[in-house]
């Protein structure tokens, strides 16, 4: 009598590993996204904060935004992503946890609070060519703005209005 061997299953459902030991995500793996980042709230798992978007997607809005939440992603792509001079009127309010969170550009001075350090290197621009490839500053931020990247409720004002005359306004 011969005994057949029963192969087991691999514990990760099979896929490739990379170098590391770990799954190697296929290009159209779905991930859950934060958009306030569990760090950063206290519950963070409430309704409209989590979306699901590819592995690919998820790793490049964190290459170029790491932890930050949207309101700080606006204030980001305003200092580090857009010309000097870009903006004419720049008014943003939101509402995180209770606490409201304010930032208003006056006579298109450029003083930005202190926040994580940041530099554009070249993973970064990548990144974020795959994300806003073609799209102009203020479409970028709009987005960023839009439910995709931020919950619902998030920003209780926004007024944004670019040198060219394009605006982006909640109110």
Not at 21 to 42: A, D, W
Not at 45 to 69: A, C, L, P, Q
Not at 111 to 138: C, D, Q
Request: some cysteine; overall charge positive.
């Amino acid at each position: 009598m011969t005994v057949k061997r029963i192969k087991k299953k691999k514990g990760n459902g099979g896929r490739p590993h990379n170098k590391r030991g770990g799954c190697k995500k296929p290009k159209l793996y779905k991930t859950r996204h934060h958009k306030i980042p569990r760090s950063r709230v206290v519950y963070p798992d409430f309704d409209g904060n989590i979306i699901r978007i590819s592995y690919e997607t998820h790793k490049d809005w964190h290459k170029v935004f790491t932890n930050m939440t949207p309101f700080e992603a606006v204030l980001c792509v305003m200092k580090f992503w857009s010309p000097p001079k870009y903006f004419k009127h720049f008014e943003l309010v939101c509402c995180l946890e209770g606490i409201e969170l304010s930032f208003k550009l006056k006579h298109a001075e450029l003083v930005i609070p202190a926040f994580v350090p940041y530099r554009k290197h070249k993973g970064r621009v990548r990144a974020w060519e795959k994300l806003f490839s073609g799209k102009t500053i203020i479409s970028v931020i709009e987005e960023i703005i839009s439910l995709r990247w931020s919950p619902p409720g998030f920003f209780l004002r926004v007024n944004i209005v670019s040198q060219k005359g394009e605006k982006v306004t909640n109110s």
